[in-house]
């Protein structure tokens, strides 16, 4: 950032009415130009202000119509057959050994096609960096975005006109811009960019809502004079009857013909409850087979059991045969217990 940079040495070549001038700027906080007109003040100007922001103001906002012939001269050079250059030696205020070295230079015009020389365009000009104000073999080439860089800003150009300088006869340039034109460069003058664009993007947004708006608008209309239509129409009410028998289940808060309380919440859960019914009745036999299916897992979880069934059913056919053998074998293992007590075979004895 070179914020701290004044100008001190402004060197033109075949520049208007100029074929060389060099002008020391000694003053520190101020210098003065005077002199009558069409001594070359405003030329000093028009110098400064190209090399800065890339054009003149006045000349690009005169919009000259030139046809399909298109300009032989270029407005700007005085020898047509020579570059034009205008170079600008800036100094560090508070290190005046810094120096910043900045020049623009246009080709001879006469090699230039004709459409190319027109008044307000100024894009032929090239931005270099000098390594020193009297070396212009050494120079690099420079964007218009690298030179906002230099000056720690981001618009250089718009700045320059609005903050640093007025045109000849020209105090109002900017109360006759456009509405839209003005904000932006009040936007800039504020640091409120970012701010303006977001007003812009919600007003269009809001326009946008607006126009979506109408047409639902008309539309609830309608409906609402169909509305009040139906209204005036006879209604049949039918008699509150129980969704639920009242002798199977106790407490059904929402099947009653008057609700009270009912509030937002309850009335949701009630609505659920009704849904989950709902769908019962319209899934009945899904249900019924989930039913079976539950019972079928039940049976399969239960290994014993199962392995007790399938036992079961292989020996069904001899069930009867086997459960006398089993009567008959019970009735022997009680006889032989008695036989083994003694007591009961002495007392049978005595």
Known sequence: MVNNYI??????????SIDEAKVELEGVNLNVLDGPNGFGKTTIYDAIQLLITGSVRRIESNRIVAGNKGFQDHLFSKDQTLPTAITIEFTD????ENKLVLQRVLMPPSNLLVSQKKPQDFSQYKLYRLTSFEDEENKEVLTDSQLNDMFGMKDMSDRFNLYHYIEQEESTHLFKKTDKDRMAVISKLFNIEEETNQKLFLERTRNKLINYKRPLTKNLEKLEVELRKDSNTDITEFPYKPLISQEKIINVPWDKENIWPLDQKLKQEYLEELDIIKNLVLNEEVFKNGLSNEKLDNVIRAEKKLKAIIILGHFYVSL??????????????????????REIIQRSIV
């Open 320 to 341: 009867e045969k086997l459960e006398k053998q089993y009567q008959n074998q019970e009735k022997f293992k009680l006889m032989l217990s008695t036989l083994k007590n």
């Open 93 to 96: 205020k508070l290190s005046p």
């Open 7 to 16: 100008i001190s040495r402004i060197f033109l070549k075949n520049f208007k």
